[in-house]
């Protein structure tokens, strides 16, 4: 199993190399454009040329090659395959490239591995070496990682962490599937403080979002409000949410993931789940 520290070591310097291979051929196409006439026929500067051309595309096909290899690891960590993920991203995360992108999305496909393997330390050190980069034409990368970095904390107990993601993630345009993760991840940090009442803000319009998530976080974000009105006394809209997520997922499930939960369903007992 790769480690998340000797990865993101391994990252760095495979970032410094690739720059340093990207400069080395720039010195030479510019070296061989001024020598030229310096050095007068005898200097064959179109040959140089050609050459450094051929040198790229050998680079560049092999870079390509190498990023490829984790091209299906969102679909074999979906489905579950996470030895074969992992030995995809290994792989990529190995193979030399003289592009950056190649890199990142290797970087952030194990941070994602390992969220969905429960691994939260290592896959918020992973999200944080990834936003500490300048992503470039990857700044999309940046508010999955965000999202995936809050989620981390949240289980990890860093309250301060989490929030910190999610206030940044207030300042970016966020797609429809990115603004309802975050609802989820605020919803749950807030209960986490036991601000109940702000939960409650706008109930209506976060239960019609819930019904746009997957069933699971559906029912997880439904659970989180039934929580709220709990607390703060609304029983009769505590028990219809209770319900509606029980519907929409399991309560048991719902539970075994998050046991500060259980009290929305007395009945279960966290030694049967």
């Known amino acids: 199993m790769i480690s998340a520290q000797a990865t993101i070591s391994r990252f760095r310097r495979d970032l410094t190399i690739g720059a340093v291979v990207r400069g080395l051929l720039f010195l030479a196409v510019l070296g061989s454009l001024t020598l030229g006439p310096v050095l007068g026929p005898e200097f064959n500067g179109a040959l140089v040329l050609v050459a450094i051309g051929l040198l790229w595309m050998v680079l560049g096909y092999r870079s390509l090659k190498g990023s490829r290899l984790a091209a299906d690891s969102p679909v074999l960590i979906a489905s579950g395959r996470f030895d074969e993920a992992e030995t995809r991203i290994h792989a990529a995360l190995r193979s030399f490239s003289v592009f950056k992108a190649g890199k990142l999305l290797s970087l952030h496909q194990l941070a994602v591995l390992r969220h969905a393997q429960r691994r939260w330390q290592e896959s918020a050190l992973l999200s944080r070496a990834l936003l500490g980069q300048r992503l470039g034409a990857l700044r999309g990368l940046s508010k999955p990682s965000m999202l995936l970095l809050a989620d981390d904390l949240l289980h990890m107990g860093d309250l301060a962490g989490a929030h910190e993601s999610i206030s940044r993630l207030y300042q970016h345009r966020l797609s429809l599937a990115e603004a309802l993760a975050l609802q989820e991840l605020q919803l749950e940090y807030l ?83």
């Open 191 to 273: 209960a986490r403080i036991g601000a109940w009442d702000q939960m409650l803000g706008q109930t209506k319009s976060r239960v019609q979002l819930a019904e746009l998530m997957p069933p699971t976080h559906a029912a997880r974000t439904q659970a989180l409000l039934a929580l709220a009105a709990r607390k703060t006394g609304r029983e009769n809209l505590a028990q219809w949410l209770a319900r509606r997520a029980n519907l929409v997922g399991d309560a048991r499930a719902i539970v075994a993931e998050r046991p500060f939960l259980a009290e929305l369903w007395p009945e279960l007992k966290l030694g049967s789940i």
